[in-house]
T-cell receptor, first 112, second 109 residues
Framework: NAGVTQTPKFRVLKTGQSMTLLCAQD?????MYWYRQDPGMGLRLIHY???????AKGEVPDGYNVSRLKKQNFLLGLESAAPSQTSVYFC???????????FGSGTRLTVV | EDKVVQSPLSLVVHEGDTVTLNCSYE??????LLWYKQEKKAPTFLFML????IEKKSGRLSSILDKKELFSILNITATQTGDSAVYLC?????????FGAGTILRVKS
């Protein structure tokens, strides 16, 4: 009964460090999404995937890379973290475009 | 440019008041419009709307979509302090789900 699981839940990075956020879903969903949420900005789409092996850019893709090597996992990478990437990151998945979205509980990332 | 705009950005009401939150959109290949409630954690699903003019209701909350005028409203009647939250509108179009900036609702007792 896990749904969408994000790891880690919290992380502090120094400027220039790299890290990977993991999103895992056990619902056999085709579509997966990464968002960031900043105060007053709602959720902004970073990258998304419409199936295993596919990725596409969202509204704010710069500074991030993603991979979807397995259907159940969607990884978000920061190669060289910047303070502007301090945010709360949410992952979501859906069975098809436009329907049935499930969200993870979020990752709070601070870059100092 | 595709966009989802919510209004007002914030409002403060007293318990028992009725509030109406607005969401307008301009997207291509519209699939659905969704409303979420967010209280410091992940967004919680409220409604999904795909057809014009059909009201969806859940307790004191209701929502309707107008696909001709490209907007939706979320109504909350007899507000309670537990309704205090950020209300997010999201539009599914193409392969994306894109959110508005949200409306911050504060209900005072």
């Amino acid at each position: 009964n896990a749904g969408v699981t994000q790891t880690p839940k919290f992380r502090v990075l120094k400027t220039g460090q790299s890290m990977t956020l993991l999103c895992a879903q056990d619902m056999n969903h085709e579509y997966m999404y990464w968002y960031r949420q900043d105060p007053g900005m709602g959720l902004r789409l970073i990258h998304y995937s419409v199936g295993e092996g596919t990725t596409a850019k969202g509204e704010v893709p710069d500074g991030y890379n993603v991979s979807r090597l397995k259907k159940q996992n969607f990884l978000l990478g920061l190669e060289s973290a910047a303070p502007s990437q301090t945010s709360v990151y949410f992952c979501a998945s859906s069975i098809q475009a436009g329907y049935g979205y499930t969200f993870g509980s979020g990752t709070r990332l601070t870059v100092v | 440019e595709d966009k989802v705009v919510q209004s007002p950005l914030s409002l403060v009401v007293h318990e028992g008041d009725t509030v109406t939150l607005n969401c307008s959109y301009e997207v291509t290949n519209f699939r659905s419009l969704l409303w979420y409630k967010q209280e410091k954690k992940a967004p919680t699903f409220l409604f999904m709307l795909t057809s014009s003019g059909i009201e969806k209701k859940s307790g004191r909350l209701s929502s309707i979509l107008d696909k001709k005028e490209l907007f939706s409203i979320l109504n909350i009647t007899a507000t309670q302090t537990g309704d205090s939250a950020v209300y997010l509108c999201a539009v599914g179009y193409g392969n994306k789900l894109v959110f508005g900036a949200g409306t911050i609702l504060r209900v005072k007792s």
